[in-house]
DNA sequence: TCAGTTACTATGAATTTAGTAGTAAGTCAC
DNA sequence: GTGACTTACTACTAAATTCATAGTAACTGA
């Protein structure tokens, strides 16, 4: 007895995704395409509303109504009421959604190093007023990723 | 007169998201789908030739040829002879491919966090053999993202 | 010569995406 | 209280992408 509603899905290949023991594709599985994380970065910014991400991303409705069901299900958003008469609903990041900016800002670092000519829309620290400069580092050794080897065990081993 | 071979390409949408103002909306053009991302982990991991991402991924042949191309032409993987008859190619990471590793290991991060139970595979550092903990910080503030308030500048202000 | 390897291309069906139009439940202006 | 407007969608069709399988080209090694 299988009632899910099943929104956005790339089933035969995204729900072997997210089972994998890889914790990149389980992810993926989720945010692994570019209308999820441009949806997150907007909620970021502030959008909240269905007519608000539609206009900044210019994406079809189907496809909005698509991603913000399969982001609210994830857990990465949630769905609230912000007017009752006539129902309206907005959308807000969670603990987890609002957990995702680190990704959104190290992609932005590898875009600003690799893709940044030209105008680009830029992100200050609001107290000291310098640009944010993100730098994904390891707790532990404190050392920048990607500056010391690193060894992978598969689970089972 | 256009000669350019078009490989892998969500041209209506994409093409627009390449030229935006936004750095995440740049990057996301080039690598904003699930197989590129995974083709990227799995090239940081160390395969470099068509059959091993193939069979690592299940990936259909047509598509891996589409990314492979793709994330060569967008300078991330680099297409080498290591034979010459048979002459065979194997890709490898450029240096924008291997910049590409903290947006790898915040993604993971975030999935550790919440999509972590069962089995998973992990990273360490080779050396201290402590288990890598991603974080993403403001290298100016120091500050874990996310912490502190931010101020967005659009261009042309 | 014959199976095996490697890096693909060809092809067609299934699925997803895009784009436009329309709907439901209201509000607001006059 | 009629018509214009708002908001959050759904319906529908066409276009594009993706998947899956099969096949090819150029070898090697037994």
């Known amino acids: 007895m299988n009632l899910v509603v099943s929104h956005y899905q790339k089933d035969t290949n995204m729900k072997k995704l997210s089972d994998q023991p890889c914790l990149i594709a389980r992810s993926l599985a989720l945010v692994g395409d570019a209308w999820s994380m441009l949806i997150l970065r907007d909620a970021h910014i502030g959008l909240t509303r269905f007519d608000e991400f539609r206009k900044s991303l210019g994406i079809a409705p189907t496809m909005l109504t698509a991603r913000l069901s399969a982001l609210t299900d994830e857990g990465l ?56 400069d993100p730098l994904t580092i390891d707790r532990g050794t404190g050392a920048p990723l990607g500056t010391r080897p690193i060894r992978i065990e598969l689970p089972g081993k």
């Open 77 to 132: 958003l949630e769905k609230r009421r912000y007017l009752e008469r006539p129902p309206r609903d907005e959308y807000v990041l969670t603990e987890a959604g609002r957990d995702f900016l680190p990704v959104l800002f190290a992609i932005g670092a590898w875009g600003r190093k690799y893709r940044g000519g030209g105008e680009v829309t830029r992100f200050f620290d609001a107290e000291t007023g310098t640009e944010i």
